[in-house]
């Protein structure tokens, strides 16, 4: 033991745990992939989670511990702004869910803050409607059986579209939305609406969209989560990655709604429209990031 040195000893522990800290950190942030954007009239469809940790002022610290969605999701959201679409057309999971209905935020401007989560006033976002193709679904809504309700005037935006919009804002956005909450109807239901949105999107020559299904996956992934834990949940992560990766979009329909009730996810059926929008096939299909470190799964990914 003559030789032993415990200064010599530390300075290699520390050399050799500063590499593998830079390592994981450069592997755990490494960029993800860019978007890819179409040629038509529907730009890009993605799935972007809305954590309201992800905003600095909300999260403070603690922001740092989904920093990769805060990446994805921002640097997706950047994209689709410099693509300069026209409206983009936002399902929220947040705001009014009705049994037979959808629901539609109908005025001309929009707007929501983060006060609830003791944000200042300032801190706010703003978006015009595109009233024009809410006028134009509502229209082809008379040839189906689904009702779409407009929420009351001045309702504030959820968190479902004030978290994305955020960051477009941020980005610079200067086209408009459409936003729409799903309803308690069944998958079919969800399919249609997204149908005819698509319909819509194609009656316009030259005007470009860009469509958002807001919402996260599973709720209680892990032992600390925000919801009691279920193991089991993880399967229907595991399952919405692998539909995304895979362009097969059969596996969500599929999947056993025992399981997806008990995910307590958000995200099912925005998810869901975009598949009808899409007509379940795979436009540029990619998974950009996904992460569970809160115990609820934020998954960034391109129909
Ligand atoms: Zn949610």
Not at 108 to 127: E, I, R, S
Not at 148 to 153: D, G, I, R, T
Not at 280 to 303: D, H, I, M, W
Request: charged letters at 20%; glycine letters at 6%.
């Amino acid at each position: 033991m003559k030789n032993f040195s415990y200064k010599k000893f530390m300075l290699i522990f520390g050399i050799n745990f500063l590499i593998v800290f830079l390592l994981f950190i450069l592997i755990y942030l490494k960029p993800p992939k860019p978007l890819k954007f179409s040629e038509d009239n529907l730009l890009a469809a993605v799935l972007i989670p809305h954590p309201p940790l992800m905003l600095e002022e909300v999260g403070g610290l603690y922001s740092l511990f989904i920093k990769k969605t805060v990446i994805s999701v921002e640097k997706a959201l950047k994209e689709i702004v410099q693509a300069k679409p026209d409206t983009i057309i936002i399902i929220t999971p947040h705001s009014k869910i009705r049994n037979n209905c959808f629901s539609i935020y109908a005025e001309n401007d929009l707007y929501g803050d983060f006060t609830k989560y003791n944000v200042p006033k300032n801190v706010k976002v703003q978006a015009q409607s595109d009233v024009g193709f809410i006028k134009k679904l509502i229209e082809r809504l008379t040839e189906t059986s689904l009702k779409l309700s407009s929420l009351n005037p001045g309702t504030k935006l959820d968190h479902g579209v004030t978290v994305p919009l955020y960051f477009l804002n941020k980005a610079g956005f200067e086209g408009k939305i459409v936003v729409i909450n799903h309803s308690e109807q069944g998958i079919q239901e969800h399919l249609e609406l997204g149908r005819l949105i698509r319909k819509v999107i194609d009656s316009y020559k030259d005007k470009k969209f860009v469509f958002i299904a807001s919402g996260s996956l599973s709720h209680n992934l892990k032992p600390f989560a925000p919801n009691e834990y279920i193991p089991e949940t993880i399967e229907f992560d595991k399952t919405i990655i692998k539909a995304f990766k895979e362009g097969n979009y059969n596996l969500i329909t599929g999947i056993d709604r025992e399981l997806e009730e008990i995910t307590l996810q958000c995200g099912y059926k925005p998810i869901i429209i975009g598949l009808g929008i899409i007509n379940k096939t795979p436009l540029n299909n990619q998974v950009l990031s996904y992460e569970a470190p809160v115990g609820v799964g934020y998954l960034v990914a391109e129909f």
